[in-house]
Nanobody, 119 residues
Protein backbone atom coordinates (compact mmCIF):
# COMPACT_ATOMS: atom_id res chain seq x y z
CA UNK A 1 0.00 0.00 0.00
CA UNK A 2 1.24 3.46 -0.90
CA UNK A 3 0.12 6.57 0.93
CA UNK A 4 0.90 10.07 -0.26
CA UNK A 5 1.18 13.14 1.95
CA UNK A 6 2.14 16.73 1.67
CA UNK A 7 -0.34 18.29 -0.69
CA UNK A 8 -2.03 21.56 0.08
CA UNK A 9 -2.85 25.06 -1.05
CA UNK A 10 0.07 27.26 -1.98
CA UNK A 11 0.54 30.52 -3.84
CA UNK A 12 2.23 30.60 -7.20
CA UNK A 13 5.98 30.59 -6.74
CA UNK A 14 5.73 28.60 -3.55
CA UNK A 15 7.00 25.15 -2.68
CA UNK A 16 5.65 21.84 -1.45
CA UNK A 17 7.25 18.56 -0.55
CA UNK A 18 5.25 15.44 -1.27
CA UNK A 19 5.98 12.17 0.50
CA UNK A 20 4.88 8.66 -0.35
CA UNK A 21 5.18 6.00 2.32
CA UNK A 22 4.91 2.32 1.51
CA UNK A 23 3.54 -0.26 3.88
CA UNK A 24 3.48 -3.99 3.44
CA UNK A 25 6.33 -3.96 0.94
CA UNK A 26 9.83 -2.65 0.67
CA UNK A 27 10.21 -0.01 -2.01
CA UNK A 28 13.85 -0.90 -2.64
CA UNK A 29 12.53 -3.60 -4.96
CA UNK A 30 10.76 -1.08 -7.16
CA UNK A 31 11.18 1.92 -9.37
CA UNK A 32 8.95 4.67 -8.03
CA UNK A 33 7.20 7.58 -9.62
CA UNK A 34 4.82 10.48 -9.28
CA UNK A 35 1.92 11.16 -11.59
CA UNK A 36 -0.78 13.80 -11.54
CA UNK A 37 -4.28 14.31 -12.79
CA UNK A 38 -5.86 17.72 -13.23
CA UNK A 39 -9.63 18.16 -13.48
CA UNK A 40 -10.88 17.10 -16.86
CA UNK A 41 -7.49 15.79 -17.93
CA UNK A 42 -5.84 12.41 -18.14
CA UNK A 43 -3.32 11.25 -15.60
CA UNK A 44 0.18 12.25 -16.65
CA UNK A 45 3.71 11.34 -15.69
CA UNK A 46 5.60 13.81 -13.50
CA UNK A 47 8.78 12.15 -12.25
CA UNK A 48 10.40 8.78 -11.67
CA UNK A 49 13.35 7.39 -9.77
CA UNK A 50 15.04 4.05 -10.24
CA UNK A 51 15.07 1.44 -7.49
CA UNK A 52 18.52 2.44 -6.24
CA UNK A 53 18.09 6.15 -6.86
CA UNK A 54 20.78 6.43 -9.51
CA UNK A 55 18.46 7.39 -12.35
CA UNK A 56 15.70 9.98 -12.44
CA UNK A 57 13.34 11.18 -15.10
CA UNK A 58 11.09 14.21 -15.29
CA UNK A 59 8.31 15.53 -17.45
CA UNK A 60 9.37 18.60 -19.39
CA UNK A 61 6.70 20.61 -17.61
CA UNK A 62 8.38 20.19 -14.22
CA UNK A 63 12.03 19.79 -15.17
CA UNK A 64 14.18 22.17 -13.17
CA UNK A 65 11.42 22.82 -10.66
CA UNK A 66 10.88 19.37 -9.14
CA UNK A 67 13.26 16.89 -7.56
CA UNK A 68 12.37 13.29 -6.84
CA UNK A 69 14.31 11.37 -4.22
CA UNK A 70 13.97 8.28 -2.10
CA UNK A 71 15.02 6.87 1.23
CA UNK A 72 14.72 3.13 0.99
CA UNK A 73 15.50 2.67 4.68
CA UNK A 74 12.39 4.73 5.45
CA UNK A 75 10.38 3.14 2.66
CA UNK A 76 9.60 6.64 1.44
CA UNK A 77 9.76 8.55 -1.82
CA UNK A 78 9.74 12.32 -1.95
CA UNK A 79 9.14 15.02 -4.49
CA UNK A 80 10.25 18.55 -3.79
CA UNK A 81 8.25 20.98 -5.88
CA UNK A 82 9.48 24.56 -6.25
CA UNK A 83 8.35 27.58 -8.22
CA UNK A 84 4.87 26.15 -8.36
CA UNK A 85 2.49 27.37 -11.05
CA UNK A 86 -1.32 27.33 -11.21
CA UNK A 87 -1.05 24.71 -13.94
CA UNK A 88 0.57 22.37 -11.41
CA UNK A 89 -2.81 22.12 -9.68
CA UNK A 90 -3.79 18.45 -9.69
CA UNK A 91 -4.16 15.35 -7.60
CA UNK A 92 -0.73 13.80 -7.27
CA UNK A 93 -0.30 10.03 -7.08
CA UNK A 94 2.71 7.95 -6.25
CA UNK A 95 3.24 4.64 -7.99
CA UNK A 96 5.49 1.61 -7.91
CA UNK A 97 6.83 -0.33 -10.89
CA UNK A 98 8.91 -3.43 -11.38
CA UNK A 99 12.63 -2.71 -11.50
CA UNK A 100 12.87 -4.68 -14.72
CA UNK A 101 11.22 -1.97 -16.82
CA UNK A 102 12.23 1.62 -17.50
CA UNK A 103 10.47 3.93 -18.26
CA UNK A 104 8.04 3.27 -15.47
CA UNK A 105 5.11 0.93 -15.94
CA UNK A 106 3.30 1.26 -12.61
CA UNK A 107 1.48 -1.70 -11.17
CA UNK A 108 0.61 -0.21 -7.80
CA UNK A 109 -0.91 3.18 -7.16
CA UNK A 110 -1.32 5.14 -3.97
CA UNK A 111 -4.18 7.35 -3.07
CA UNK A 112 -3.72 10.89 -4.29
CA UNK A 113 -2.87 14.09 -2.52
CA UNK A 114 -4.34 17.35 -3.74
CA UNK A 115 -2.03 20.18 -4.77
CA UNK A 116 -3.67 23.52 -5.45
CA UNK A 117 -1.64 26.50 -6.63
CA UNK A 118 -3.34 29.87 -6.53
CA UNK A 119 -2.34 32.70 -8.83
Amino acid sequence: QLQAFGGGLVQAGGSLRLSCVASGRTISNYHMGWFRQAPGKEREFVAAISWGGATTSYADSVKGRCTISRNNSKNTVYMQMNSLKPEDTAVYYCAAADRTTWPLRPHTWGQGTQVTVSS
